[in-house]
Structure formats: C-alpha cells, structure tokens
C-alpha cells in the first residue's frame, strides 16, 4: 500500500494529477482493522517541500 500511495505523490508533484489519481483508485479496498488510526501519514502542509 505504502508503495502505491508514493507512486501517486510523486506523479501528483510531477504535475500528473491524472495519473495520480488512477495510482490511488487502483488501489484494492481495506477493511477498517487495516486502516492506520492516526489517519494520514501526509504531513500537515501536504506534499510541498517532501523529499521521495
């Protein structure tokens, strides 16, 4: 899952919003045991200023 999700970040920063997006809906559904229950684990300011 985490590899998906920094796929999408770094399209989203690239400027690929499309791709992004379609990296995030490809991703499989998970039941809410499997969910982090901090949340997000995007920093507060979003993606800005990340180093991948």
Not at 13 to 24: F, R, V, W
């Amino acid at each position: 899952m985490q590899i998906m999700t920094k796929v999408a970040a770094i399209l989203y920063m690239n400027g690929d919003i499309n791709a992004a997006k379609e990296a995030l809906d490809d991703m499989p559904p998970r039941d809410e045991e499997e969910l982090d229950p901090v949340g997000t684990l995007c920093p507060p300011n979003g993606l800005q200023g990340q180093l991948f």
